[in-house]
């Protein structure tokens, strides 16, 4: 096959195979909507009976630094793409040897790594709470003097959901944190005082068309997304100024695929970015059953070179997460919730519930996001 540049720009129809590095639910519902397109679907991570591999016409299991199963998986495929971004930056340039990796990465790159993704949006003049890098207990102790209280420490790498978070209200409670955190490289923010938080969902696509869905409001349980209602019950006008700085961010990455930003809406009625997931996202779940377009097809869309689809919601939509917690007495009562008119119930595979663990969500419509939102909670009620 092409190599190099001379594959950049090619388009990869149906019949052709879609690599995807990383297996969890992402994967899976991008693999659904992809093989419904007629492609075929490679999937890789170090698991096996994985949630994508469950739905895909080959699962291989390797490490993600395996750079010969990398090689060997993208010879394979017509194009890799990604559903999981701790993927080292090392096995998306070794694959994009062989074929186009999409979004490239240099997007993973930036957007792996906590310390680098807020450098790379302050610099470039993005809004973001204040902010500081910290190698070592002085740096943390004088970050804290720098950013203000109260804190929150995050890990500079790997973390999602919340996993290496810790809030500080007193300089004094540096050292105890810095223990916690195992003594890694760790960045601080100010405590955001914020009436909202929302997230654009947003495509662009090879030749640069750019599509969204509109900004959707995430409510938090223990740092975890727990319910998403979208649209956002913000302004117009906050909705529109996300889209445009979601749209800055896909064109400053050059990005090819779907990405998530995650913004505060400040008490004070300013934007802050958050956190940018360069993949699928968990806030745009909704999407599967309320659009058009969902953000799985538009994905595949973007990553084989083809026009994106529309973004049309044809609802107010509500997404409430089913975590390991659900089934604390045995196995929820899935009849029970699908007893709940217009509800609609993913589940992804899971073998094992886990406290926190995503298993799966719940997706309802309504005439209101309040209806929507309470048709999907109440299906969840019944489950436990
Ligand atoms: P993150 O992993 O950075 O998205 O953080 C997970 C959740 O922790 C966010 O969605 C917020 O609910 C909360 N959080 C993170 N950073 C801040 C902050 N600087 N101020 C207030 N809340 C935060």
Known sequence: GPTGLASVNRIVLPGATIGVLGSGQLGRMLALEARRMGYR?????????????????????????????????????????????????DAADSAAEIVPVRPGGAALHVTQQRAREKAFLADRGYPVTPFAKAQSLDELAIGLGSVGLPAIVKTAAFGYDGKGQHRIDRIEDGERVWG?????????????????????????????????????????????????????????????????????????????????VEFFVTADGRLLVNEIAPRPHNSGHFTIDACVTSQ??????????????????????????????LWINGAPDWAEALAVPDVKLHLYGKAEARVGRKM???????????????????????LC
């Open 180 to 260: 916690l955190i195992g003594h890694q490289e760790a960045i601080l923010e100010k405590l955001v005082d914020f009436t909202h938080e929302i997230s654009v969902v947003a495509a662009r696509g090879l030749d640069g068309q750019f599509a969204h869905y509109g900004a959707v409001e995430n409510l938090h349980h223990n740092h975890i997304l727990d319910l998403t209602v979208a649209p956002a019950r913000i302004s117009d006008g906050i909705a529109g100024e996300a889209v445009h700085l979601a749209h800055r961010v896909l064109d400053d990455l050059s990005y090819v695929g779907i990405l998530c």
């Open 41 to 89: 679907v490679h999937t890789l991570s170090p698991g096996v009976d994985t949630p994508t591999g469950q739905v895909a016409d080959l699962e291989v299991s390797a490490e993600y630094d395996d750079i010969e199963a990398i090689r060997a998986f993208a010879r394979g495929v017509d194009v890799v793409t990604f559903e999981f971004e701790n993927v080292p930056t």
């Open 296 to 325: 799985f097809e538009q994905h595949v869309r973007a990553v084989c070179g083809l026009s994106l689809g529309d973004t049309t919601q044809v609802k107010p939509a509500a997404m409430v997460n089913l975590l390991g917690d």
């Open 360 to 382: 799966g969500h719940i997706t309802a419509l309504g005439d209101s996001v309040e209806e929507a939102a309470a048709k999907a909670l109440a299906a969840r009620d019944v």
